[in-house]
């Protein structure tokens, strides 16, 4: 039994002009004379109209491909433009490729569990070889921004024209999804969550070998195959569509007829399960460094975002449409005035679409499950306390699990991704039910669209652009020069450190010539204390510098030090009381740093103003 009968009807028709009509739906049908079932039948239609929205939110590709990206957070961005050339390379070197001695001053560092993104790197590499990785990395970084968003409303398309048989409705819904404010909010710089296919994908799988309509052997193949894929781009959506599935199954169970029951718990979930293992099998070795690499959270009283119960409601600077009005108001939503993981908005018209379809159709057990699922993503995205406009109310029960090792490293706001996909599937419901209002109901598809439209030349309120970003290397790379001052292989400390600069960009433009004394934002077990890299980041304020600095540049056996032009801050000078000299090239101040680095001197002594009588 389709979801669709929840609005009693096997297919949406288009309204008669039987019986009477509110004088503005008379007007809306006389302007929309054309069918969007029949401008939208064909599937080719589609993929286009995503794909011009997709080079329209991200225009900086058709300009500056290879120097503009979608994003605002850093360095952020290079660490998956690093694995392009990591991966690849310790493939063909035959090393361990989740575990790299290229960073933090060659300590053995497990990429497992941090956002390396292995099967999207491997995929890059052709572009790479024939780009050249001065250009290559940005230029893939930006084509899988692009492709992302049109994969996803292409299958969530998919899904909702198996559910309702609306090419226009369905249509919508893959609108809806596919360039969600979800994916608008991870366009600043998480590339690995960009791609949300695998929710969509389990979901059509499931729904046609629930109607017989796939061979169990293609439903397990596809199925692993999907899982296997997902587990290469990102292991935290690949955890969390195994959690929600578990509940949609649950509820099924619950609520779905005899028979149907039967066959789910009979044959989709058994031959389920088995896609999964499967996958887990073939990614065995990345599933092993995940669960032993860095925990990227602390439990329950963790750093990770969560959503606000207005998040839903209420527009960020991340859309176009409201953002200015009720920018105080976001600005209140944790992480506070931060937006980096605010992803959760719906709008009003497409909430509305979707409580009116759940409404109409509650009494099918499709559209209960939907519901519920939808229910127990949205208080699972709110955290282990309900914030309502930034304030902490009640407890909730995300807190029981929150000391889990597995729950503990998700943020909870990125589960509101399942609250939107079950947002879209019940509007494209909603607006495929036949009805004498249709033209009302598209124009509301419309208006939904506005209110998720990105802000795609706004500022955030800080300062910085939202989904525009330079991370164009200086001449020092660009142009090679930095084989004139650094020897093969020696260890160099860039400043502005870490993810707080693009020195990950570096190491892959030149596959690997020097070693770098920072990395990823999950430190080595060594250095999570050390008070000099977090005085380079920005953490610490700068007490007696000069002598953490030295420490740290002999204890990593770094060789130089390389300060961009205009971004050192207060550093040159910390450096020149170590008695180390700048050599400019290319855009970058290099420091040699000795093998035996002089103590540093202590301070003349200040002299006592006297005072006047």
Known sequence: ??????????????????????????????????????????????????????????????????????????????????????????????????????????????????????????????????????????????????????????????????????????????????????????????????????????????????????????????????????????????????????????????????????????????????????????????????????????????????????????????????????????????PAAGFGDTGTYLGLPLLLGALAAAIAGWRIWGMRVLVISAVVACVWSLGPILYVSGSPTIGLPWNILASLREFGQVSPVRVGLYVELAAAIGFALWLAAPSRRRPLKWLVALVGIAFVFPNTNGLFPNGPAIYSENVDSPAFIKAGEYRSVLHPGETVLPIPFGLGGRSLLWQAQTRGYFRLAGGFAYRPVGLQQSIAVQQLSGELPLRRPAEHLRSYLLARHIGAVAVVDGEGGPWPRVLARLGLRARNVGGVAVYDVPAALAPVPDPPPRRRARRRR
């Open 1 to 334: 039994m389709r979801i669709a009968e929840a609005v009693d009807t096997p297919a949406p028709v288009r309204a008669t002009g039987a019986g009477r009509r509110a004088p503005i739906v008379a007007r809306l049908g006389r302007v929309v004379r054309v069918d969007p079932d029949a401008l939208l039948a064909r599937w080719w239609v589609a993929v286009g109209l995503y794909a011009l929205a997709a080079l329209y939110f991200q225009h900086h590709m058709l300009t500056h491909p290879g120097s503009m990206i979608a994003g605002n957070l850093v360095g952020l961005p290079t660490q998956y433009m690093w694995a392009m050339w990591w991966w690849p390379h310790a493939i063909a070197a035959g090393v361990n490729p989740f575990v790299t001695h290229a960073l933090w001053g060659g300590a053995a560092y497990n990429l497992g569990a941090l956002a390396s993104s292995p099967l999207l790197a491997l995929l890059c590499t052709p572009i790479n070889l024939v780009l050249g990785w001065t250009r290559g990395p940005v230029v893939s970084y930006n084509l899988l921004n692009l492709a992302a968003p049109i994969l996803s409303a292409v299958l969530a398309r998919q899904l909702c024209l198996r559910l309702t048989r609306s090419p226009g409705a369905a249509f919508v819904g893959g609108w809806f999804y596919g360039f969600s404010v979800f994916g608008l909010c991870e366009l600043q710089g998480r590339l690995s969550l960009v791609f949300t296919f695998l929710p969509v994908a389990l979901c059509l799988l499931s729904l046609l070998r629930l109607e017989a309509a796939i061979s169990r052997r293609r439903f397990v193949a596809l199925s692993a195959v999907a899982v296997a894929a997902q587990f290469g781009i990102s292991t935290e959506i690949a955890f969390t569509t195994a959690c929600l599935s578990v509940v949609v199954v649950g509820v099924a169970a619950c609520f779905a007829p005899a028979q149907t029951r039967r066959r789910l718990l009979g044959t989709v979930v058994p031959e389920l399960l088995g896609a999964w293992g499967l996958a887990a099998v073939l990614c065995s070795p990345l599933l092993y460094y995940a669960l032993t690499g860095p925990q990227v959270g602390s439990g329950p009283n963790s750093h990770l975002a969560v959503a606000d119960l207005f998040s839903y409601v209420i527009p960020t600077p991340l859309v176009r449409l409201g953002q200015q009005r009720f920018a105080l108001m976001a600005s209140q939503f944790p």
